[in-house]
């Protein structure tokens, strides 16, 4: 009893300081700090990873584990809950975190790439990353020696870039958790599984995978923290606090609850007091060393009852094995499933009573029988290079684990086989497995594929990692290669990066959000061309609760491609109808809407394409019967019922210019839609040719006329003036020989000169004085049409024929002629320096004057309150143009249209001849080579227009 109470003894002295650490750490929030909280304290997410035991897991749908409790503490101390997100792996949780989905993610390492999206904590505990191999294998194991072997990593977790780098000749086996990865280790499938040991040893605990054991260890090591969304720091500052603020103690009863020792690879504070005082009760012992001695003899006896009591509890143990042994039997016989065991030499050694039902045959008949004699011919290699491989005797490699056995009444059915060594010790004796009747399923299958393969439209699936899982033959077709080829690669593995990259996010797209997805998408298969595809991508689950990716695919090449011949040649012809000298319009038929117009259009109308197709055709019309709304819709109706006619249109431009058109009209069939088809070209010039003939006939007949008339009238009129002269000089009064002559005949010339003013005979002498002036000037501007000019053209200063117009036109009033430039305001705009043109100055000043004369007589009826004229004189290369513009009352289209005509007049009956424009348009026209235009609007001013060719244009032709 002596030792006993002296370990008491030791145990009490320890217990100081097992139970020292340090006191709890007050949490001090900032005023900022604590109004966050009150604001998001019991809104803040927690993203839950369900399958991570003893880290994090759902225990009867509760969050439990390490990571669990430190959350729990936390809130504690914050006084807060938080709201808890279940992921279904992983994989999802990151990406949650990482999205913002949820606001906290807990067991995770610090990564630079996680550290673009997150914020993270101080660690809370750190957990070594073992080799997990299965028992048999080489133990010690480090990185370097994974080289070769085919090693389980789960998905996306950081381990899997730590070994890309320090292991890089192991190919990398991604799993969705650790219990999967252990499985897959379990029957073979992989070499190894680096996993944090902590889960490890708590799944192998648990599920009893006693084929499995801690291979070898890593560098890498579990820093687990908290990682908080990283807009919202605030939330980061305050875990940080709560951490910090939970004590040693609490830390290590916390770890030692859930992880145990298994990460016991450094000393902690704690352990190193126990150290020394375990050092310090060395000496305590060494004086106790006799009192070992003289108590040994005793302790020798409590040692043989301890081996005594050891060796019943060993029988005890023996029979409890052998009781579990025949309980694990009668389990298995119970199962409805085929359970076999198997030597080293593939001899069955046992089957359960199910694989006895299942198969036919009874017990005695296959125990001792070789296994491969139940399987087809063509299998039994298959199931034999699988046997040696679960034996150890040939390295890892993938193998069909779908066999046909034949039953006792002669069916043939597939199976699933899966196996696991038996381990005696350190040595395999032979192999456990279960066989899966898969039959149905492979019948199901084989519909299914027919089903698929019979659709036209290639039909793909992909589980989460992208890699194809389910392809029919136009899948296959579309690709250039066969199944076995594609099955379990990813995009990466078949088409350039870039496209692959293109394919690989749109399917995360769906993935993510679970939305259907509707892509064009360019391929470039391994062999072949660019083909354009329609992809309708779903997700779907898959029996095991697995998101898996649907595609669907239309080939559009052939579409695309007609619809580019298509676009093409629309290309082509908009091409060739916006290039047609002659603008065209395209009317629907029955309401007469201006469907579509070319560039010509809206070059001629100064319109957009839109304003023309907002129009209609009585707005493009002049509007004076026929050429309104009314007569051009009954233009289009001749059309339809007669076909093709052509005819001339007074048409209107977008800025109010009236001109003319000559219009063809063509029924015509456009996508099933009567239409009809207006070729309108511009005749303005031709009009303007007709009525410069017609005009230059008018003046051709005036100077026939003139010439034939003007004798007759000048020899009697010459006669009238001096007559006129002569009895004007004969009523003076201080003329000598009137006072003779009165004298003779006895006449008093006063009293004769006070009857001529009481008669008004001087005035009506200078009235008919003025009549006779104004006969002669009519004669003269009669010859002016028949007469060729008088002198030679030379070349003449524009600038100087304007100033001098000018000039004699600033001294003239004639309120009785209607004018009196006095009261005008008189502008120029000249260009410098002044076109080269050659002329007849005199009669360039002359016209000049006459549409000086002209607008003055405009404005001053009108009674215009600012009488304004300008002149502007422009250089155009080939011509010059002179521009003479007044703010006058304007004139209407059926006064422009007879303006240059000879004798006509706005002001019959007040002095006007009707030749002054006339004039004008001769000079200009026969004697120049020129043309003369008119813009006018009533209200809005009129503007004439001179056009004279220069020396320019001359030396051209």
């Not at 687990?224 to 919202?232: A, S, Y």
């Not at 769906?510 to 259907?516: I, K, M, R, W």
């Not at 002179?882 to 007879?898: K, Q, W």
Request: proline fraction near 4%; include cysteine.
């Amino acid at each position: 009893m002596r030792p006993r109470l002296l370990f008491f003894a030791c145990l009490a002295l320890l217990l100081p300081a097992l139970v020292w650490g340090k006191t709890p750490v007050s949490i001090e929030l900032t005023a900022e700090e604590r109004a966050w909280l009150e604001q998001h304290g019991q809104s803040i997410r927690v993203g839950v990873l369900p399958n991570y035991p003893p880290i994090e897991f759902l225990q009867d749908g509760r969050q439990s584990g390490l990571t669990a409790d430190y959350l729990r503490a936390i809130e504690e101390e914050l006084g807060i809950r938080f709201r808890r997100v279940v992921a279904r792996n992983w994989a999802e949780l990151q990406q949650m975190a990482l999205a913002h989905r949820i606001d906290i993610i807990g067991s995770i390492q610090q990564t630079p790439k996680r550290a673009k999206k997150l914020l993270f904590t101080r660690p809370y505990v750190h957990l070594p990353n073992a080799i997990i191999t299965r028992r048999g294998a080489k133990t010690g194991l480090r990185e370097k020696d994974l080289a070769g072997l085919r090693v389980a990593v789960v998905q996306d977790y950081a381990s899997w870039d730590y070994l890309r780098t320090h292991a890089p000749n192991a190919t990398l086996v991604a799993v969705d958790n650790d219990l999967d990865g252990l499985k897959q280790l379990a029957f073979g499938q992989v070499d190894a599984f680096v996993t944090d040991l902590s889960v490890a040893s708590w799944h192998i605990d648990r599920l009893g995978l006693s084929n499995l054991q801690v291979g070898g260890s890593t560098n890498f090591y579990w820093d687990f923290r908290f990682g908080v969304r990283n807009d919202w720091p605030l939330l980061h500052a305050i875990l940080d606090k709560a951490l910090a603020g939970i004590s040693d103690d609490a830390r290590q009863a916390l770890l030692h609850r859930w992880v145990g020792l298994v990460t016991a690879n450094k000393l902690s504070a704690k352990e190193l007091t126990i150290a020394g005082l375990v050092l310090g009760l060395f000496m305590l012992l060494i004086i106790a060393f006799w009192l070992w001695n003289r108590l040994l003899q005793r302790q020798v006896e409590l040692q043989t009852d301890e081996l005594r009591n050891a060796l019943q509890r060993e029988r005890r143990i023996a029979n409890e094995l052998r009781r579990s042994e025949a309980q694990l039997r009668e389990l298995t016989d119970n199962l409805p499933q085929t359970v076999f065991e198997i030597d080293t030499q593939g001899i069955i050694t046992y089957v359960n009573r199910y694989c006895t039902e299942w198969s036919g045959y009874s017990r005695e008949r296959l125990i001792g029988r070789c296994l491969l004699e139940f399987l087809l011919p063509e299998d039994r290699p298959v199931m034999e290079r699988r046997i040696r491989i679960l034996l150890g005797e040939e390295p890892e490699e993938r193998t069909d684990l779908v066999y046909r056995i034949q039953l006792a009444d002669g069916r043939i059915r597939s199976v699933l086989g899966y196996a696991s060594p038996i381990l005696s010790g350190d040595r395999t004796t032979g192999l456990r497995g279960i066989l899966v009747d898969i039959n149905e399923r492979l019948s199901m299958e084989i519909f299914l594929d027919d089903l698929l393969n019979a659709i036209p439209d290639p039909i793909f699936a992909k589980d989460r990692q992208h890699r194809w899982i389910r392809l029919n033959d136009a899948f296959c077709e579309l690709i250039g290669k066969p199944r076995r080829e594609l099955l379990g690669k990813s995009d990466f593995d078949l088409f350039p990066e870039e496209e692959a990259r293109v394919f690989w996010e749109k399917d995360d797209l769906v993935f993510t959000t679970g939305e259907t997805n509707l892509n064009i998408e360019r391929i470039t298969p391994p062999e072949g061309s660019t083909r354009i595809l329609a992809t309708r991508k779903s997700l779907m689950l898959s029996p095991d609760g697995e998101p898996i990716l649907v595609g669907v695919i239309r080939d559009i090449t052939e579409q695309e491609e007609a619809a580019r011949r298509l676009a093409e040649s629309e290309r082509r012809f908009r091409q060739i109808f916006d290039a047609t000298s002659d603008a065209l319009f395209i009317h629907d038929a029955a309401t007469g809407v201006i469907l579509d117009v070319n560039k010509t259009a809206e070059t001629m109308y100064r319109a957009s394409r839109d304003e023309l197709l907002a129009s209609d055709i009585g707005k493009l019309s002049s509007g004076t019967p026929p050429f309104d709304q009314k007569g051009a819709r009954m233009r289009i109706a001749n059309a339809l019922l007669k076909g093709h006619t052509v005819f001339e249109w007074h048409t209107r431009r977008f800025d109010g210019e009236l001109f003319w058109v000559e219009v063809s009209l063509r029924p015509a069939t456009i996508d099933n839609r009567r239409v009809i088809i207006a070729t309108v070209r511009d005749i303005s010039r031709r009009k303007e040719l007709e009525e410069m003939m017609l005009q230059a006939e008018k003046m051709l007949t005036i100077g026939h006329l003139a010439a034939g008339i003007a004798h007759e009238i000048n020899n009697p009129l010459a006669g009238v003036l001096q007559n006129l002269q002569v009895l004007g000089m004969r009523l003076d009064q201080q003329h000598p020989g009137n006072r003779q002559a009165a004298e003779q005949a006895g006449l008093d010339l006063e009293a004769l000169s006070r009857y001529s003013e009481a008669r008004q005979i001087p005035l009506l002498l200078d009235n008919a004085n003025t009549s006779a002036q104004r006969a002669r000037t009519i004669v003269e501007d009669l010859l002016s049409f028949s007469r060729r000019p008088a002198g030679k053209l030379e070349p003449v200063d524009m600038h100087q024929i304007i100033e001098s117009s000018l000039k004699l036109a600033e001294t003239e009033f004639n309120t009785d002629q209607g004018y009196d430039f006095r009261a005008i305001r008189l502008e120029t705009s000249l260009c410098t320096p002044p076109p080269p043109i050659v002329g007849l100055a005199d009669q360039l000043q002359q016209a000049l004057l006459n549409l000086l004369r002209n607008a003055a007589q405009a404005m001053f009826r009108a009674g215009v309150r600012r009488p304004c004229i300008h002149i502007e004189l422009t250089d155009e290369d080939d011509h010059a143009l002179l521009r003479l513009s007044d703010n006058g009352p304007g004139m209407d289209e059926a006064t422009r249209n007879r303006i240059f005509e000879p004798f006509f007049t706005t002001r019959s009956g007040q002095g006007g001849t009707g030749l002054g424009l006339a004039l004008v348009s001769f000079i200009i026209t026969q004697n120049h080579g020129g043309s003369i235009n008119v813009q006018s609007t009533p209200g809005q001013g009129t503007t004439f227009i001179l056009q004279l060719p220069t020396t320019r244009s001359k030396e051209a032709s």
